[in-house]
């Protein structure tokens, strides 16, 4: 019994492990890394974390990421509420190829597209903008957030549909009052796996972006020069990286393991 309950925390710890090393490592310096190998900082150091909230093309890296992955969030889910209920309400021509083909675009490599994203939005002037990347990255959230929301929809009785117009319910009304509350849990699953695409993905992102919205994956180049890789200040930036997802989970956490239980995750 004793070695049935030390097994899943060993596997926890195991899993833990890549995530303290990292801590650990922002909290010495690159010379104290190269050094040696220790389980601990021999000489702790905030200087890393200092420097990351000092410098503005560092916490603005932070910021211009997390402008465009709630932007893109917001959209993605603006358009993906009416497409998935009409996949889990109606029946039309060709709507089961469109649904797969919807998938399709998810299941496409973001380097296929980047340079045709590079070009059309230099063309039309919204290049290193929020909005470029936030749209860029609609290609690859929308069929998904569509895809768990079909499922959630599905699961709710189309009765409520007619009762609602019975009462004297506009479409509208009906939609935002009473339909997304009953589906709340499903919009969680599909706003945090669209924020988590949005946030670790990095080609698109980069290449959208010079300047003004360079996300904070760009700014970590920044850590390699001549005289080598500045670890510290690398790994500091690697947790920080880690609190927004983190936070992300902690408020659907409960929804995701609803949609683990309906299928849909």
């Known amino acids: 019994m004793k070695l049935r309950a030390l097994v899943p925390i060993i596997y926890i710890l195991f899993l833990m492990l890549p995530i303290y090393w990292l801590v650990a490592m922002s909290l010495k310096t690159t010379n104290e890394i190269l050094g040696g190998f220790s389980l601990f900082p021999q000489k702790w150091t905030l200087e890393s974390y200092r420097t990351i909230f000092t410098d503005p093309s560092w916490y603005w890296g932070y910021i211009n990421s ?4 709630s932007l893109n969030t917001v959209i993605s889910l603006a358009a993906a509420l009416p497409a998935a209920y009409a996949f889990s309400r109606y029946t039309f021509l060709g709507d089961k190829h469109l649904f797969f083909w919807l998938l399709t675009n998810r299941m496409a490599p973001a380097a296929v597209f980047a340079l045709p994203f590079f070009q059309l939005y230099s063309s039309v002037g919204i290049f290193d903008t929020y909005l470029a990347v936030a749209l860029a990255h609609c290609l690859f959230n929308i069929p998904l957030a569509v895809w ?6 599905s699961g ?6 007619e009762t609602a117009y019975v009462d004297g319910y506009s479409f509208p009304a009906f939609f935002i009052k009473i339909f997304v509350p009953t589906i709340k849990a499903g919009i969680g699953v599909a706003a945090f796996f669209c924020f988590m695409f949005s946030w670790v ?12 919205a360079k996300p904070i994956a760009a700014v970590m180049t920044k850590t390699s020069s001549s005289a080598g890789f500045e670890l510290g200040l690398l790994a500091a930036a690697g947790v920080l990286t880690i609190i927004p997802g983190a936070i992300v989970i902690y408020f659907v956490r409960n929804y995701i393991a609803k949609g683990f239980a309906l299928g849909r995750v």
């Open 148 to 153: 768990i929301l079909e499922g959630f929809m």
């Open 201 to 212: 993905e990095l080609l698109l992102a980069k290449t959208l972006t010079a300047v003004a």
């Open 66 to 69: 997390i402008a465009y992955v």
């Open 156 to 161: 709710v009785p189309k009765e409520l549909d």
